[in-house]
């Protein structure tokens, strides 16, 4: 017998902290490609920038099935890239935690570049500007301008993309799979859905009530960020 914590079992509490660590794992990885892509959206016009922004936030509106086959199609194990990975380096990427981690990543990717791209929007190019006049280089007037002044922002679509890689269940079932110990949050809810008895349901509800309670501190948090961003930019 597992034990109870609060009314939840050691699997409950593994699944809490293994969604915990893949989502921290997706948005470290993808929060460089997102802090670059949000700001060539926000500060250059280039061909084809609409259809950039098409695929990004391709993943917002796809079924997120949808966007698991397409990983599985392309990093499993016959994939068009998993297929070279795994028989030329033995790496193999579906259905371990990598996957989930990717998984996360992708969905949330698109709330980070958006709210990058509207935290360097909101940031007046005149102080990159000046930096440059005084000797700095483009590198150094965005490590030490832009990106301080834009840092709200960020850390808001860091909090999103975080909390979007932890709801996250489409997408991971179909990629990364369902095995004991590497169950996400959500996948841990739908298994509990489907077990029968009281003490499944009493978990259950336990479990949804601390996801909501996440949900909404990351919302806030988001929210608090923005808010903080728009009234340094104001004053």
């Known amino acids: 017998m597992d034990a109870r914590f609060l009314g939840l079992a050691g699997e409950d509490w593994r699944a809490i902290a293994f969604s915990a660590g893949v989502s921290a794992a997706a948005v470290?990885?993808?929060?460089?490609?997102?802090v670059a892509c949000g700001w060539l959206l926000a500060r250059r016009s280039f061909a084809g920038?609409?259809?950039?922004?098409?695929?990004?936030n391709l993943p917002l509106v796809l079924p997120p099935v949808v966007t698991g086959y397409g990983l599985l199609l392309l990093l499993g194990r016959r994939g068009w890239l998993g297929g070279y990975l795994f028989d030329y380096f033995g790496i193999e990427i579906a259905f371990t935690w990598?996957?989930?981690?990717?998984?996360?990543?992708?969905?949330?990717?698109?709330?980070?570049?958006?709210?990058?791209?509207?935290?360097?929007?909101?940031?007046?190019?005149?102080?990159?500007?000046?930096?440059r006049s005084l000797g700095a280089r483009p590198l150094d007037a965005f490590w030490t301008v832009?990106?301080?002044?834009a840092r709200?922002?960020?850390?808001?679509?860091?909090?999103?993309?975080?909390?979007?890689?932890?709801?996250e269940f489409g997408a991971t079932l179909l990629f990364a799979g369902s095995q004991p110990g590497r169950r996400t949050l959500a996948v841990q809810l739908y298994l509990l859905y489907e077990q029968p008895g009281e003490e499944a349901e009493r978990r259950l509800w336990r479990l949804a009530a601390g996801a909501i309670v996440l949900s909404c501190a990351a919302l806030a948090a988001?929210?608090?960020?923005?808010?903080?961003?728009?009234?340094?930019d104001s004053s």
């Open 222 to 232: 988001s929210e608090y960020l923005e808010r903080r961003g728009a009234r340094r």
């Open 152 to 167: 709200p922002g960020v850390l808001a679509g860091v909090v999103l993309a975080f909390a979007r890689s932890l709801g």
């Open 28 to 34: 470290l990885a993808s929060l460089p490609f997102g």
């Open 98 to 131: 990598t996957a989930a981690a990717l998984a996360g990543a992708v969905m949330g990717f698109p709330l980070l570049v958006r709210a990058v791209r509207i935290a360097f929007a909101g940031v007046d190019p005149r102080f990159a500007q000046a930096a």
């Open 49 to 56: 920038k609409a259809l950039v922004e098409t695929l990004l």
């Open 146 to 149: 832009s990106l301080p002044l």
